[in-house]
């Protein structure tokens, strides 16, 4: 009777730690996917269509002047980034000035940083790009 009792103790005993155990596991997951999700809230994509006003290759980065929004303009760095034209991906190495782009970035310690990025073919606005740079994209017109 006494073992009985004894093995009916250190069951109840094990059996009041699992559950103290899967209680804490759960209160830990909950923790982390609350934490997830206030991180994948935080993270907000900002999308900008504008003209390469200038690059700096040595720096890697572009200067982006927005076509929708007046005086917008960003200074990003494409390092590691392909652009997306129709198909195919090309380096940023390859970009020129007065490109049509579309950049998506998010706001990393007050830098921006390209998510997705795309080279979008057309006319592009005169009045947008430097006038260095207008005068050697007229003078390929008429070469």
Avoid: C, W
Avoid at 8 to 20: R, V
Avoid at 37 to 44: G, L, Q, V
Avoid at 65 to 89: A, H, L, M, P
């Amino acid at each position: 009777m006494r073992k009985a009792l004894i093995g009916f103790i250190t069951l109840s005993i094990i059996t009041m730690l699992e559950a103290q155990n899967n209680i804490q596991n759960n209160i830990n997951k909950e923790k982390t996917e609350i934490q997830e999700s206030t991180e994948k809230k935080e993270i907000k994509l900002h999308t900008m269509t504008g003209i390469i006003t200038s690059i700096n290759k040595e720096k890697k980065t572009i200067t982006v002047t927005s076509i929708r929004k007046k005086g917008e303009i960003i200074n990003i760095s494409y390092d590691g980034v392909k652009f997306k034209d129709k198909n195919n991906e090309i380096e940023g190495d390859l970009l020129k000035v007065g490109d049509k782009v579309k950049i998506k970035y998010e706001m990393k310690n007050q830098s921006p940083l390209i998510k997705k990025a795309m080279i979008i073919r057309g006319e592009v606005d005169s009045k947008i790009l430097p006038k260095k740079e207008m005068k050697s994209s007229e003078e390929e017109k008429t070469k």
